[in-house]
């Protein structure tokens, strides 16, 4: 476990440190002054504190969430805000979907948390059925757009099938919800105070991998991150990658090795998943000809292809490559095979050499 | 339930916490989300003691406790020591060396409370909240109205001017006399058995059909099939298809009445069927934890389309489920209107001054097919069809009520239904010649601003039906 950690740690975080540092803070991230050094946890306890602060209508409810959560993401907010306002529910994750759904549709702020993303199946049909769509079948007589869904997301080492998932591809077949993932604690907590006063119901994945391992200094005041807006965060000229969440410093460290052989290579964060930000991507791909999607998620029915398939359809006569998907394999997320499933740096740096030798 | 009792209640409520912040009893903290049950008749013992959990008061809040202490001394269990007992994190137990297994329902069911007979006589010694004139006769003439919407939007459908149509047949009383009951500023979340309320409430027939044909004066704008109704200015929720999911949502709507202090409780409607549903389980149950004022009425009709009810469930009905969500329960007779009405105006008073839940079950038989889709008499026998229809009839019992009383006559009612009939005919001559919501109405409310994909969506349907016009029909507004 910790030998494990040990000898990752070193692929994820470079010497440059973590990626938010070689882009430019967009939409309002405040000046230098100001900062404090955050992981990604704590960020978004930040975020929290400042949504129940700033607005007496909001409300942060779920599995374990009086004591501080069992990420530690709702530490405080009991004690400062009271047990009204912040609770924990039964353990009945239909039930805490639903109860926010009722709960934002009389104005409030309703911040729920799914404890992992592999429990929010259970609350699938409020979100599909419920959420996304009642807006829309009451001709916006009624909205539930105060609700904003966190969860834990993605790979941690250990989590085996149920601890591990990412199941944004779900979702992102689903009109009327926003899919917002962060790559890190700046990003993090400036796009969760945008969801939760976003009038559209959100779900909000945290890559669960970097609570504690991604740190980097944050604005302490009250800032929001556009949605669906991705974000160049390394320019480059002779290929397109783009990604999200915890995926993205994988995605930095081939980028970096293929710049020692020549290649160069633009990063993009596409941050929202749903809306998506398609002339971002699509700008970058006919600037550099090629494009290369990775996740964690499997490959086959992935966001990824949606990506994909859209920039052939808009870009094709620039395309001087297949478009390249190097995505988690089509199995269950596997315990101890772990290392052989994810997407890792070199399987990207290999297809990013394929796609540029096409 | 007199309003007397319910005094008398909250008195003795009062009067226990004074006593608790006297003595040495623990406080008493209305915070506290754990209802530690117990035998209730073991409680009478256990209340002069030091060691009583101040949340075995919750008992002597209500007189019904009483006679479910009664109910509950037929399955009792002897007891060892009674001195021995265990705090359990789940509250107090004592013990016994007798093994004995709970059965899953006393042989006597619980009894169904009424107030009129089979004649709409008040039956002697009925406890019933009263009913005016004014009120009543708004009550009958409102369940008429029903009852004509019913059959004049049925044979529309028949004659193929409405896709999809679902009635009230047999049901009119629980849908009028919940909805009299009720404050307009409750909330209602309906499963879709229920447009009484909404009429109740102001809605006009013109807007039932309306929403019916989907045209541009629907406020859902075509989007859904006919008979999901909503209205946010009556507080009546979008009726939607997919069974119980309301139920969890109506907890969180009354968690937010009782934050905001609103003297309102959020009150919600499922069939039987929908008990089934795991969303019934975490609505119920998160509404007991939470001390959600949410008001369940369960309309047990006895079926779920074909499936009768004994291949829904195995207990006695669903009033006793709430018990075993500590929440407070009822049965009521669903094809008396008065013994609804007092069932949840009672209902309602105790949701809101003690912020915590209730279910009634009203219990009833659905006369119609389940929907202009179903053919009823594939599965059930026409006797017994005609038999609730004719014999036990909701609103020909309320009549005779409302008749005995001299406030309704037969001149009246020729009056009412051609009046209604009347309204409804010309309804659905001006709807049937309204246009349809406009193009735009596809795209818009998805989220609330469109998304760039979604006008990119809309140019090229645009630039198709241009190019394609005898493809779509011409009705609706480009």
């Not at chain 1, 006063?197 to 504690?212: A, C, H, Q, S």
């Not at chain 2, 009429?199 to 099939?225: A, I």
Request: hydrophobic letters at 35%.
């Amino acid at each position: 476990m910790s030998t494990k950690f040990g000898r990752l740690v070193p692929l994820v975080f470079s010497k440059r440190g973590f990626s938010t540092s070689t882009s430019v803070q967009k939409g309002g991230g405040g000046s230098e002054e100001g900062l404090k050094s955050l992981n990604l946890c704590s960020a978004i306890n930040q975020a929290l504190h400042i949504a129940l602060d700033s607005d007496p209508r909001s409300y942060v409810f779920g599995e374990d969430v009086s004591f501080g959560g069992v990420f530690r993401c709702t530490t405080g907010l009991a004690d400062q805000f009271g047990k009204k306002r912040v609770f924990n529910t039964p353990l009945c994750e239909q039930g805490i979907v639903g109860f926010g759904i009722g709960l934002a549709a009389m104005g409030n702020r309703a911040i729920a948390e799914i404890q992992f993303a592999d429990y929010i199946f259970p609350a699938f049909d409020q979100i599909v059925n419920e959420a996304a769509k009642f807006r829309y079948r009451s001709g916006n007589q009624f909205n539930c757009g105060g609700l904003t869904v966190r969860a834990p997301y993605g790979a941690v080492g250990h989590g085996g099938h149920y601890h591990s998932q990412s199941p944004e591809a779900f979702f992102c077949h689903v009109p009327g919800i926003k899919v917002v993932i962060p790559r890190s604690p700046r990003q993090a907590k400036g796009l969760l105070l945008s969801c939760i006063r976003d009038p559209n119901p959100v779900v909000f994945f945290e890559p669960k991998w970097l609570y504690r391992l991604a740190v980097e200094e944050v604005p302490e005041d009250d800032y929001m991150l556009p949605l669906s807006e991705a974000e160049v965060i390394r320019q480059g000229s002779d290929v397109t990658l783009v990604g999200w969440g915890a995926q993205l410093a994988i995605m930095e460290q081939a980028c970096l090795d293929a710049e020692k052989e020549g290649i160069s290579c633009e990063l993009i964060d596409l941050k929202t998943l749903i809306p998506w930000d398609k002339e971002t991507v699509e700008s970058s791909v006919n600037k550099t000809g090629r494009l290369l999607v990775s996740h964690e998620a499997p490959i086959t029915g992935g966001f990824g292809a949606e990506i994909s398939a859209s920039i052939v359809e808009r870009c094709f006569s620039r395309l001087e490559a297949p478009v390249a998907r190097i995505c988690g394999l089509d199995t269950p997320f596997p315990l101890v095979f772990e290392p052989f499933y994810m997407p890792t740096k070199n399987k990207i740096l290999d297809a990013i050499k394929s796609t540029v030798k096409y | 339930m007199t309003s007397w009792l319910l005094g008398r209640s909250s008195r003795i409520l009062i009067h226990q916490q004074q006593q608790l912040h006297k003595g040495p009893f623990l406080n008493y903290n209305s915070s506290c989300s754990s209802f530690r049950s117990t035998e209730p008749f073991r409680c009478r013992d256990a209340l002069p003691g030091k060691n009583s959990s101040p949340t075995l008061f919750r008992f002597w809040r209500h007189e019904s406790t009483k006679a479910e202490a009664q109910l509950e001394l037929e399955q009792d269990v002897t007891e060892d020591d009674p001195k021995q007992i265990i705090d359990f994190p789940g509250g107090k137990v004592g013990f016994t060396s007798e093994m004995r297994f709970i059965s899953e329902s006393p042989q006597k069911r619980v009894p169904c409370y009424r107030v009129l007979d089979g004649n709409g006589e008040i039956l002697k010694y009925s406890d019933y909240v009263q009913v005016g004139k004014e009120m009543g006769v708004k009550m009958y003439s409102d369940m008429v109205t029903l009852q004509t919407m019913d059959s004049i939007f049925y044979e529309v459908q028949r004659q193929g001017r409405i896709s999809f149509y679902l009635t009230q047949m047999g049901e009119e009383a629980v849908n009028i006399a919940s909805a009299a009951a009720l404050s307009p500023d409750d909330i209602i979340l309906p499963q879709y058995r229920e447009p009484g309320v909404l009429l109740w409430r102001g809605f006009t027939l013109q807007q039932f059909v309306h929403q019916c044909f989907g045209n541009t004066h629907d406020f859902g704008k075509g989007r859904q099939m006919p008979i999901h109704y909503g209205s946010n200015k009556h507080n009546y929720f979008t009726v939607s298809s997919p069974i119980a999911t309301q139920l969890p949502q109506a907890v969180g709507a009354a968690y937010s009445l009782k934050m905001d202090g609103k003297s309102a409780c959020a009150v919600t409607f499922c069939g039987d069927g929908a008990t089934s549903e795991g969303d019934f389980h975490a609505a119920m149950n998160f509404a007991a934890v939470m001390e959600a004022p949410v008001v369940f009425i369960c309309r047990n009709n006895g079926w779920a389309i074909s499936t009768p009810v004994e291949d829904q469930f195995r207990s006695d009905g669903i009033v006793v489920k709430g018990k075993a969500y500590g929440i407070w329960s009822i049965r009521v007779d669903g094809n008396d209107a008065l013994a609804v009405y007092s069932a949840v105006h009672t209902a309602r008073e105790i949701a809101i001054r003690e912020k915590r839940p209730v279910l009634i079950e009203a219990l009833t038989y659905r006369v119609g097919h389940h929907s202009t889709s179903d053919d009823s008499t594939k599965y059930r026998g026409t006797g017994e069809i005609e038999y609730w229809k004719t014999a036990r009839n909701p609103v020909n019992r309320f009549k005779r009520w409302v008749e005995r009383n001299d406030w309704w006559s037969d001149k009246d009612e020729l009056e009412l239904r051609s009046s209604v009939r009347k309204q409804l005919m010309h309804a659905i001559q001006v709807a049937e010649k309204a246009q349809k919501p406009p193009l735009e109405d596809l795209f818009s409310d998805v989220y609330d601003q469109l998304p760039s994909n979604l006008q990119e969506q809309e140019r090229l349907l645009r630039k198709t039906i241009q190019k394609h016009p005898k493809d779509y029909p011409s009705d609706v507004p480009l």
